[in-house]
């Protein structure tokens, strides 16, 4: 099969958010598409072993959230990288609770659609959210995050749970092996590990982010 014939899809970049009791959880994905227009109804496909998956299992409820090309490493990082069963995702950004009581980000966002889940497919590694919409809002007109632009422009990466992974995107810049004694650094973002004196312009290979980002922990 041809595997970069996958990249002449186009998508979009959105958080999607959900709640499992006292727990705020939430996502970056690229697969949230509406499905129809009357009820308008969206579909989302996330990977079982998101958090965020759960939440949503437990209450039927998600709310989607598009980014706009503003959203920097910083959001997309901790949304996207980290799980919300260990780390207050929502803590550094606006955010509002809708109608649900699903909470969702309101900075670097385009607009929010609410919606209750009406039927679920099991895909394997995934499961397929259809989700009629309950209430949907503009939060400003600013130019939307494509996932090209992501790539592109951001020089964000995909890690392993989204349904649009090709392995090659992360294997590409991998450092070099570090030697046995080296120094540890980990990136502040995604958690990725690097043994060795960090060379000059190092950029995380997971989510992308610049040296700067990395902490020394050993
Ligand atoms: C660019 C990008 C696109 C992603 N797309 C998806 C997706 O469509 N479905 C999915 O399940 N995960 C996707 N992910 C991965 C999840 O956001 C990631 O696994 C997240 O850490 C899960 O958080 P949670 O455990 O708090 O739910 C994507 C991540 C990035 C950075």
Redesign the pocket.
Known sequence: MDLKAFFKLSYG?YIISSVSGDLD???????LQQVTAEPPMLS????K?????RAILESGKFCGAVLTEEADMNL?GA???????KFD?FGGFSSERDENGVRYVTDCVAARYSCEVVDSVDLGT?IMFIGKVTAAETLCNDPVMT?DY?HRVVK????A????YKGEDVKADEPAPAKASAEKWQCAICGYIYEGELPEGYQCPI?GVPASKFEKIG
Do not use: V
């Not at 989302?44 to 990977?47: D, E, F, G, K, T």
């Open positions: 970049l959880c939430g996502c970056i994905a690229n697969t989302i496909a996330l990977h072993d998101n958090r965020t998956t997309i949304f996207g990288f980290q799980t919300s069963e995702k995934h996932y992501y964000g990466k995909t890690p749970k989204a349904p649009s989510c």
